[in-house]
């Protein structure tokens, strides 16, 4: 238990459905990190947000919008997804944006697109 | 960030240590060396860091060469619980959040 939940664990999505992962964290963190893992591939860092604002944005589709209505909870929204987002989507915390603190992670939503 | 090279897989038997190398022969003064680990269908987990001193907490131990190049993270006695992708990473001390994820090494710990 690191602290970080996410919600839903799993979630299978057509092409043209919206829907959105949910993640929240429970150490009072200000930064909050959205990571990508598709099959066999490293983590790819996603977006970053510090203090309810978005301070990274890594030339990620608009198909996913992230939203951080505060510092506890960060979301990301996802609408006509395509089947190369199959992936493990991870949500993680750090103390402080800038000063590389460790980074928790949470469980992950392993997200599947039909 | 300094690239890292770590092995792709290496065994270990439960009870004995695992000692993980890592090569980060381009690492920069400033930069600090990190390790994670991910346990199959979870997030990765934060495990140790440390700049040129050797470092030990309740999970593992860091040692760093004096030159740097190189480290190696010691499991001083696994267990079946250890089994998992560790990723060394290589990253600046401020200014930045970045975590570069390589391929990592999968032990495998066995009875």
């Given at each position: 238990?690191t602290g970080?939940?996410?919600?839903?664990r799993?979630?299978?999505?057509?092409?043209?459905?919206k829907?959105?992962l949910?993640c929240?964290?429970?150490?009072?963190h200000n930064?909050?990190?959205?990571?990508?893992?598709?099959?066999?591939?490293?983590?790819?860092?996603m977006f970053v947000?510090?203090l309810?604002e978005r301070?990274?944005?890594?030339s990620v589709?608009?198909?996913?919008?992230?939203?951080?209505?505060?510092s506890?909870?960060?979301?990301l929204?996802?609408?006509?997804?395509?089947?190369e987002d199959?992936?493990l989507y991870?949500c993680?915390?750090?103390?402080?944006?800038?000063?590389?603190y460790?980074?928790?992670?949470?469980?992950?939503?392993?997200?599947?697109?039909? | 960030?300094?690239?890292?090279?770590?092995?792709p897989?290496m065994?270990?038997?439960?009870?004995?240590a695992a000692?993980?190398?890592c090569?980060?022969?381009?690492?920069?003064?400033?930069?600090?060396?990190?390790?994670?680990?991910?346990i199959?269908s979870?997030?990765?987990?934060?495990?140790i860091?440390?700049?040129?001193?050797?470092?030990?907490?309740?999970?593992?131990?860091?040692?760093i060469t004096?030159?740097?190049?190189?480290?190696?993270?010691?499991?001083?006695?696994?267990?079946?619980r250890d089994?998992?992708?560790?990723?060394?990473?290589?990253?600046?001390?401020?200014?930045?959040?970045?975590?570069?994820?390589g391929?990592?090494?999968?032990?495998q710990?066995f009875?």
């Amino acid at each position: 238990e690191t602290g970080v939940t996410q919600t839903p664990r799993h979630l299978v999505m057509g092409m043209t459905n919206k829907k959105s992962l949910k993640c929240e964290q429970h150490l009072g963190h200000n930064a909050m990190y959205w990571y990508k893992q598709s099959a066999k591939k490293p983590l790819e860092l996603m977006f970053v947000y510090s203090l309810e604002e978005r301070v990274e944005n890594n030339s990620v589709p608009s198909r996913f919008s992230p939203e951080c209505p505060n510092s506890s909870h960060l979301f990301l929204h996802l609408h006509t997804l395509q089947p190369e987002d199959s992936a493990l989507y991870l949500c993680a915390s750090s103390q402080d944006y800038g000063f590389s603190y460790e980074q928790y992670f949470g469980p992950g939503t392993r997200l599947t697109v039909t | 960030d300094a690239k890292t090279t770590q092995p792709p897989s290496m065994d270990c038997a439960e009870g004995r240590a695992a000692n993980l190398p890592c090569n980060h022969s381009t690492i920069s003064g400033n930069e600090y060396v990190y390790w994670y680990r991910q346990i199959h269908s979870q997030g990765p987990q934060y495990i140790i860091h440390g700049l040129k001193n050797n470092e030990t907490n309740e999970m593992a131990s860091l040692i760093i060469t004096e030159d740097r190049k190189s480290s190696t993270l010691i499991l001083p006695h696994a267990t079946l619980r250890d089994t998992a992708v560790y990723y060394c990473i290589v990253r600046v001390a401020v200014n930045t959040d970045k975590l570069i994820f390589g391929t990592g090494t999968r032990l495998q710990v066995f009875p």
